[in-house]
């Protein structure tokens, strides 16, 4: 004989919070921000103000959860794109086309980095945010070198060659990647860019 389960009460979430999260995402990524109203997030994520209060918190709240959302698949992207299947310069050529595939994506035309498009501005008066430009700045660096790093024991790259500042000139092609592509820059302008800095790394 199987006892039926009693009924859960109340009514079940009707929102999924990752779905909820990468609307939020959008938004901002759009206007930034201070520029993004709470009516904004309400309608791109399409909850009513008490909902998205109760599930996320306030507008800085839910505005740090995209954020830690986008460095977390932003670290699986960049670790996925610099793995040791390929070369250097190819995985250094897969790299820039995975962001690039993202910065000039979205609704409203090409939105280049999110943190350095949205977290940047407020990093002057807004601790979290300059602490999320560090990780990711420091966590893209870091998984550079280490890439650049072992290319060199492979014979890659010269062994004169100091792969922390290869790496950083490899992060500042990204950056500046993400910058023009919001500009507006023509992506084949962008890959001139991105195979300039391959050149460089792997001369």
Known sequence: MVQNSPARRGRPRAYDPETALTQARAVFWDAGYAATSLDDLSAGMGMNRPSLYGAFGDKRALYRRTMEGYQALSRIAVKEALSHDLPLR?????????????????????????????????????????????????????????????????????????????????????????????????????RLIAAAGIDAICQ
């Open 90 to 190: 190819a995985a250094l050529l897969r790299f820039y086309e995975t962001a690039l595939s993202i910065y000039v994506t979205g609704a409203h035309g090409p939105r280049g980095c999110y943190i350095i498009g949205t977290a940047l501005t407020e990093s002057v008066l807004d601790q979290s945010a300059r602490q999320a430009v560090a990780e990711t700045l420091r966590d893209i660096d870091a998984a550079l070198e280490a890439r650049i790093r072992a290319a060199q024991g492979a014979g890659e790259v010269a062994a004169a060659a100091d792969p922390k500042s290869l790496a950083k000139l490899g992060s500042a092609v990204l950056h500046s990647l993400a910058v023009r592509a919001r500009a507006g820059d023509p992506i084949e302008d962008l």
